[in-house]
């Protein structure tokens, strides 16, 4: 009765990671003059930069001597996979929803996976200090959401708190602010149940999550569903997928969650969330059990994913001068261990021994991935994302995302054009506040590259979110890009003089003094045609002139491009070089004369 174990689920931005820090800083976890940072959840250098969660996270507080076991999980619907596996480790959620922009994609995809495990929901209404509040109208949408998604009676009387996370405050009453998060804790412990547990049964525990560590090896976290477990008790390992897959091992570490840290326990019980060390080959998934003749608990089915790139090794001429690990068996290597680690990651053999088809749920998914790589010293190549076609009832069917994009009333009229380019279908369109919010059902191959192109058109001030809704038939071709490339025309240094000129053709992308290669792409061409370029070529010096008149050539101010930009920017026929230096965007054929026979390019002097 003592412990209640909750997961925070949201849309992104919407403040779980904020209301975490507020519930263990009334929770009895730091000292009163203790200094905490923003977003103590947020451990990862990444996740830090970006403002965004990508790990679930396990920590608890304490309340009235009951024990609150939270599992804080991310926002962005690339990383759904996340919060799909940790809710088979709660026993209810908090829903959290801005006050402003009430609920979104993504709260409807985590929400739904709430209702379908049967889980209680607290919904917490956040940043109710923002002056321009819905309190009343978002209140009603969630309640209207939860309706769409056939919630039982118990779940539509889910209590609503008005919370402010930043201000750590919160109340039952949308008129009052309240003074601290008591109201909450109270709703945590009133209205989520005590974990539904039996001691008499033999341990068993599914594992949620893995971590590895330097010291310990893998680590397993997860609920003890039956029984008790002990400090060196020998255990059998089965998978709910796999009927082959059956081993036995030892708790040679068992921890439980106290705060942020983990504490040494010799005995843990049925209901708590824990931690075990000692079993190298266990992941996600599987079970633990005290006895070998126990069935192995089911594990939800997490979705599929629906976006594919090649990674390959590094073959430009600048190779190896930059990583660490450059070589196809350290690729592989790599890939297949997160595979283990985020099941929402499909990698698998490419067309040779120096490619790997890695599949995710999204740009942001993979591109997360390849950031951490180079972070820690890898060196490779990435194709564009493609989308994933399935055949049903002998139908082409590609994958739809649901988009909502919240706009400038003035920018209604440019986005309803560039969505029906995209082949958009627009299913909703409503006022909030001063803006509009617009929402389409839109091929996920028309998204790619399109958010620069919204904030463009939206002069900066447009949101886009979006996430996974259906496979649908095919809806025909969509336009490309509508640029090319400036492609370098030899390998050498970019000079001053080289760049001058070549700037009149576009946009560039790499600046004097940088190193280039014969194939790689130092700009963009707005007409829409490649162009070879010559950004190494140097001025002749004659009795004349002097080396010092270069000083009067004045170049255009370049943006250094992001991993996500580089993605968005390249064509088929282009790969993104990563280095943990580095992102050139390259020609998959350098040779000019061999990319000639498909496309014959413009060549300037």
């Avoid at 118990?154 to 003074?179: F, H, M, N």
């Avoid at 001068?321 to 997160?338: I, M, P, Q």
């Avoid at 943990?580 to 350098?590: C, E, G, T, V």
Wanted: proline content about 4%; aromatic content about 6%.
């Amino acid at each position: 009765m003592d412990i209640r174990n909750i997961a925070i689920i949201a849309h992104v931005d919407h403040g779980k990671t904020s209301l975490v820090n507020a519930l263990l800083k009334q929770g009895g976890i730091f000292r009163d003059n203790q200094e905490i940072q923003d977003r103590v959840m947020d451990s990862n250098d990444l996740e830090r930069e970006r403002g965004i969660t990508i790990l679930s996270k396990n920590c608890s507080a304490y309340y009235k001597n009951t024990k609150i076991n939270i599992v804080d999980t991310p926002g962005h619907a690339d990383f759904g996979g996340e919060v799909e596996r940790v809710l088979k480790m709660v026993d209810g959620v908090l829903l959290v929803v801005d006050a402003f922009e009430g609920p979104m994609p993504q709260t409807r995809f985590v929400l739904e996976k709430a209702l379908e495990l049967n889980l209680k929901v607290v919904i917490v209404i956040n940043k109710i200090d923002r002056p321009d509040a819905r309190l009343n109208e978002v209140g009603d949408e969630v309640l209207e959401l939860m309706l769409d998604l056939n919630a039982n009676d118990e779940q539509l009387d889910s209590p609503i708190i008005y919370a402010s996370a930043r201000a750590g405050v919160a109340s039952t009453d949308y008129k009052k602010l309240g003074t601290s998060m008591a109201p909450l804790f109270d709703a945590i412990i009133s209205h989520i149940d005590p974990p539904n547990v039996d001691l008499s049964k033999p341990f068993q525990m599914l594992v949620s999550s893995t971590e590895q560590n330097d010291y310990l090896g893998k680590l397993a976290v997860g609920k003890v569903e039956t029984g008790s477990i002990k400090l060196n008790q020998t255990v059998y390992i089965k998978n709910y997928f796999d009927s082959t897959k059956y081993y036995s091992g030892k708790v040679v570490n068992l921890f439980n969650f106290n705060g942020l840290k983990r504490d040494n326990i010799e005995i843990a019980t049925a209901g708590d969330i824990v931690c075990i060390a000692g079993i190298p080959d266990i992941t996600i998934g599987d079970t633990i059990s005290e006895t070998s003749d126990l069935a192995p608990i089911p594990f939800v089915k997490i979705s599929e994913p629906s976006v594919e790139m090649t990674f390959m090794v590094n073959d430009s001429p600048f190779a190896g001068k930059e990583g660490k690990f450059v070589t196809s068996r350290h690729l592989k290597e790599r890939l297949y261990k997160e595979a283990v680690k985020d099941l929402s990651l499909q990698v698998m053999d490419g067309e040779t021994a120096d490619q790997f088809k890695v599949r995710g749920r999204g740009e942001m998914h993979l591109s997360i991935l390849i950031e951490n790589m180079r972070r820690d010293g890898y060196e490779f190549q990435v194709s564009r994302p493609r989308v994933l076609y399935k055949t049903i009832d002998g139908v082409k069917c590609e994958p739809i995302d649901k988009v909502v994009l919240d706009v400038p009333e003035d920018s209604v009229g440019t986005i309803m054009m560039s969505m029906g380019v995209k082949k958009g279908e627009l299913i909703d369109m409503s006022p909030i506040g001063s803006r509009m919010r617009l929402q389409f059902l839109v091929p996920s191959r028309g998204l790619f590259g399109y958010k620069s192109q919204m904030l463009t058109d939206t002069r900066g001030e447009g949101v886009m979110s979006s996430v996974f809704d259906s496979y649908q038939p095919y809806k025909g071709d969509i336009e490309g890009r509508n640029f090319g490339s400036l492609i370098s025309y030899e390998t050498g240094e970019a000079i001053t003089y080289g760049l001058y000129n070549a700037q009149g053709r576009g946009r560039l992308l790499v600046t004097a003094g940088e190193k280039v290669y014969m194939g790689q792409v130092v700009g963009a061409n707005p007409k829409g045609d490649d162009i070879v370029v010559n950004v190494c070529k140097k001025k002749q010096l004659t009795n004349t002139r002097s080396s010092s008149s270069d000083e009067a050539l004045r170049l255009i101010p370049i943006q250094q491009m992001s991993l996500e930009q580089a993605l968005e920017f390249i064509a088929d026929d282009e790969l993104v070089e990563v280095t943990p230096q580095s992102i050139r965007i390259r020609k998959a054929i350098l040779d000019h004369q061999l990319r000639a026979k498909s496309k014959k390019p413009i060549v300037e002097g």
